[in-house]
């Protein structure tokens, strides 16, 4: 199982970025999605998770969506309205055959 993410860079204030999860190993339709992000200094905070109805933290609820695309093996994180505070590593993670599995993460830089 392997997950590699990608899109991170640095972005202004208000300004939106794509984050694209690839996965291989396993096939992701009918296994959970889910983002996570970190910043230094701190544990790893859950984002949102993609199992067909999608659940979102509330800090990022109404600014990010996810989008699965399980005939690429493929997940999405649009995040819009960005601040200064969504600043960290975005991983993704699935759990699959009872282990959670993460990516190595992307940085996110939101600073004007």
């Known amino acids: 199982v392997q997950l590699v993410e990608s899109g991170g860079g640095l972005v202004q204030p208000g300004g939106s970025l794509r984050l694209s999860c690839a996965a291989s190993?396993?096939?992701?339709?009918?296994?959970?999605l889910r983002w996570a992000r970190q910043v230094p200094g701190k544990g790893r905070e859950w984002v949102a998770t993609?199992?067909?109805?999608?659940i979102y933290a509330d800090f990022v609820k109404g600014r990010f969506t996810i989008f699965r695309d399980d005939r690429k093996n493929m997940m999405y994180l649009y995040m819009n309205s960005l601040s200064p505070e969504d600043t960290a590593v975005y991983y993704c993670?699935?759990?699959?055959?009872?282990?959670?599995?993460w990516g190595q993460g992307t940085q996110v830089t939101v600073s004007s």
């Open positions: 190993g396993f096939t992701t339709v009918n296994n959970i």
């Open positions: 993609g199992n067909g109805d999608n």
């Open positions: 993670g699935t759990t699959y055959a009872g282990a959670d599995f």
